[in-house]
Structures are given as C-alpha cells and as structure tokens.
C-alpha cells in the first residue's frame, strides 16, 4: 500500500508541475496513448502473421487520396451533425458552426477518460492520427478496399468544396 500511496503522491507533483493553474487530464492521455500503441502493435502482429510486407515506399497517389480522405472523414465523425450521437455521451452541443456541423464542448467525468475521449471524437486534428493510421495499415492489409473507401471520402471533399464555390459564386452574383 505504502508503493501506491507514493506512486499517487508522485503523480500529483506531477500534474501540478506540468498544469500548475489548470486540470489536465494526464492519466487518460496515457490511456489513449497506450490504446494507440497497441493497436499499432497489434496491426504490426497481423501483419506478420498473414505474412504480408509492408511496400517499400507509398505511392504519391496513394498518399493524397488517404490524405484528403482522412480529412473529410475526420470532419464527418468530429463535426457532423449527423454523427452527433456518436459524441454525445462525450460532448454537449454548443451551437450550429454552417456546412451542417456543429461545435461541442467536451465533457468531464473526474477520471480524465471522459475528457480525454470527448477531445479525440470532436477534434478533426486528433482523430486524424487514428483515421491517417487506420488507412495507412489499410493499405497493407486490404488495400483495395481501403482505396475504394478512401475514394468515397476523397469524392465527398470534391463535392464539398464544389457546393462552397457554387454557393460563393451564387453570393457574388447578387
């Protein structure tokens, strides 16, 4: 008991050290971090048992495509009204952003988890590490359907950027 209570003691130094005026939810950044590693290790077991080799380099067609895919798929799942549900046991609304996506703030449960899990699904920044790793692994794995849907979100961030140019021109015009 004596190693716990020193272990908690240490923690709490660090954490004032680190956030001295602010709540920083270090504990559940070491979950998602540990979470992140081992389903990159796990990814890397796969790999090998199915005797797959990873290429020897990534084609650039392959990178812009997982690129702007992981882009728009980023976007759908952190601000989407649509997904919504998905956040909400994680964030609350906040208020309409246009473009059908919504800004939330990120709820707290005391343990860090709740926190730490509501910034990663309303932070198209954050989810983007997950997504960019998932289509890369994907690519090894299966790629033809990692490029097929890849292509689907890379098709639907055309479309966007087309509908903001026509609306852009439509405003211009009047």
Do not use: N
């Amino acid at each position: 008991m004596r190693v716990r209570e020193r272990w908690r003691e240490k923690r709490g130094r660090l954490l004032r050290a680190y956030a001295p005026t602010e709540e920083r939810p270090l504990g559940g950044y070491s979950r998602a971090l540990a979470v992140y590693l081992s389903a990159v290790g796990a990814v890397g077991v796969v790999v090998a048992a199915t005797g797959r080799r990873l290429p020897p380099r990534v084609d650039v067609g392959d990178i812009v495509l997982l690129s702007v895919a992981t882009h728009k798929l980023s976007r759908v799942i952190s601000k989407d009204a649509v997904t919504s549900p998905l956040r909400a046991p994680f964030t609350r609304y906040h208020e309409p952003i246009g473009g059908g996506e919504v800004a939330e703030e990120v709820r707290d449960d005391g343990s860090g988890s709740r926190h730490v899990f509501g910034e990663m699904v309303s932070c198209p920044f954050c989810l983007a590490v997950w997504i960019a790793t998932a289509m890369t692994s994907g690519l090894v794995l299966a790629p033809r359907t990692t490029r097929l849907v890849a292509t689907c979100f890379t098709v639907v961030a055309a479309s966007d950027f087309l509908q903001m140019a026509y609306s852009a021109a439509r405003r211009a015009e009047r």
